[in-house]
């Protein structure tokens, strides 16, 4: 029998037929294809399921990872932005609907005091080159101001009492770190040591307002025009007035145009509460003998009061719109206290001569209203109303301010590039 053979063949991988002969000894067949059943073929298609699964699970994943990233970073926006001070003035409502709530007071933080530091006297010691001459750059009643670096970069104003342990000093420094408001200077911290008492606060650059109204002697200088001197005025109301809407208010006791300071975006008030750290006998005394922002119907600081802050709120609206210091040598000289001579003068003759003609309307209206302010007690307005008057001046006066500016006066700028 002649031999045959048997051709085989399979696909390989390139998708094409091999052939393979097998040969077949004694047999009449004649030779046959034969394919070879390939377990492998399922395995790309397997492979590619895998590969879509494991890109969309990825996908998913990073998805939910970008979903819980902008979700953290809102939160945190939110809390900055309820800590910040960039709240903007309202329209005042009636008195009567207030409660003790103000208007014009930016939202708290909702941590209380839980953001002030307990800075370590070591810290404080590094931050002034251990208290050096030349970081002090002010008085207040507190003691001596010093200018500071903290360790995380922070720039800040350092007030240091030396005197015998204060029996409630972090007890009484608690309300005053509760303010927060864009018209007021915040305390950030504070140190307590053997013999000295330190409070932190944000430090402000551009001084106080008493060194953009008057001389070395008192006199005006003629800096600041109508436009800024209302914008002054409302903003010092309006941090005042938060302080009154408190519950309880927050009495200010030592308001005076020294601790009125120019921030790079907003005046504030300073030093508001202080005046509670310290014991009869041991505050700072006005260079003055007489002190013009003091309450004359005031027997001690026991009987402080809204109307005493009132007061002293009037004399600075005199100051303001005379450019003269109350305290100072020129008013100590002429024999008359700067509360005097505005119950005596005409508003011509009272007031700044920078302040143009027609502006001496706006100037009358703010000279009637601190003479209200530094009426008998029962006569003196509230804050509430202080603020709301001012407001009124203000839009009376807009025409000619806005002919001078071409601008609102809210958005007057009081810092370092209008003061160079």
Known sequence: ???????LYKVNEAGGVSLRVAAAVGTDNVPTLTPFQSTDDNKPSKQKVAAIVGGVGASVLVIIIVILVYICLMRIKKHLSQTSDTSSSVTS???SARGNISPY???QSPFGTQNLRQLSIAELEHATKNFSQSNIIGEGTFGLVYKGLLLDGSIVAIKRRLHKPFPDFIHKVKPIASVHHRHLVELIGYCEDIHQ???VYDYIAN???GSYLYDSEGLPIGKLDMKQRLTIASAAAKGLEYLH????????MHFRTSNVLLGDKFPKVSDYGVLNLVTEGHRASSSSAVDSFLDPELSSSKNHSEGSDVYSFGVFLLELISGREANGKYQSNSGKTIVEEARECNVR??????????????????MELALQCIDVSRKRPSMRRVVEEIEQIQGSEMGYLQADFGEE???VALGSELFK
Do not use: W, Y
């Open 1 to 7: 029998m002649p031999r045959s053979g048997k051709c």
């Open 349 to 366: 003759n009272f007031v700044d001569k920078s302040v143009e003609e027609h502006n001496l309307k706006g100037a009358r209206k703010i």
């Open 409 to 411: 006066i809210g958005s």
């Open 105 to 107: 007071a930016t939202a």
């Open 197 to 199: 008492q330190l409070l």
């Open 207 to 209: 001084g106080n307002i």
């Open 245 to 252: 809407s408190r519950d309880p208010p927050l009495l200010h």
């Open 93 to 95: 409502p009636p008195e």
